[in-house]
């Protein structure tokens, strides 16, 4: 990976690129009684990637909802909602904005500020490029990343059950962009 933020932005169109959905997911694990990990996901998102001209160009940023948490538990998932732990009425969005992108072919790193509630941090992932591909069925095309990177449920405020529940919290996205349709 290079340093160098005069490179290119990565081979994509320019222009404000659409979050697909249905083929894109906000994973996560925490380690419980630090023995065994709970793997979850959040169920709702939304996000955009906007690619300029120059690499210092590139911006993502993603909202999620905090009340779509599913750890394939429904009591669980109740529980962590509640008030004593992440209480979704009062940080109800974690939202993430990259401040620098960089990196080449396949190997990437996006560094940017997530907040959840009133709380920001920096945070860096992973990049990597999974490539572009041409839909067959309605001729857009796709550009695949993942994602991977980790946070201090501290560092948010979220310290409740320490010994039940590890600090640190890993992410993994799995996103799918749909570039811009051209004018």
């Known amino acids: 990976m290079t340093n160098d933020t005069a490179l290119t932005a990565p081979p994509l169109a320019p ?11 906000v994973n996560f694990t ?6 065994a990990k709970v793997r979850g996901r959040f ?6 990637l906007f690619v300029g001209e120059r690499l210092e160009d590139v911006r993502v940023s993603a ?8 750890t394939g538990n429904a009591d ?34 996006m ?3 997530l907040t ?10 992973a990049v990597e490029f999974g490539g572009l591909v041409d ?10 990343f993942e994602a991977t990177g980790e946070i201090r449920r501290s560092d948010f405020g979220l310290d409740f059950a320490p010994g039940l529940l590890g600090d640190v919290v890993k992410i993994q996205l799995d996103m799918q962009f749909v570039e811009p349709k051209a004018a």
């Open 15 to 25: 222009g404000q690129w659409a979050l697909d959905p249905f083929h894109s997911s």
């Open 30 to 35: 925490v380690r419980h009684l630090g023995i």
């Open 43 to 48: 169920e709702r998102l939304e996000a955009g």
């Open 63 to 70: 909202t999620v909802d905090l009340a779509s948490i599913d």
């Open 76 to 109: 669980r998932d109740a529980h962590v909602r509640a008030s004593d732990l992440l209480d979704v009425e009062k940080r109800p969005t974690m939202t993430y904005r990259s401040t620098r992108v960089s990196g080449e072919g396949e190997d990437w790193a």
């Open 111 to 113: 560094e940017g500020e």
């Open 116 to 125: 959840i509630g009133d709380v920001t941090r920096p945070v860096m992932f």
């Open 135 to 144: 839909v067959p069925m309605d001729g857009s095309r796709h550009a695949g």
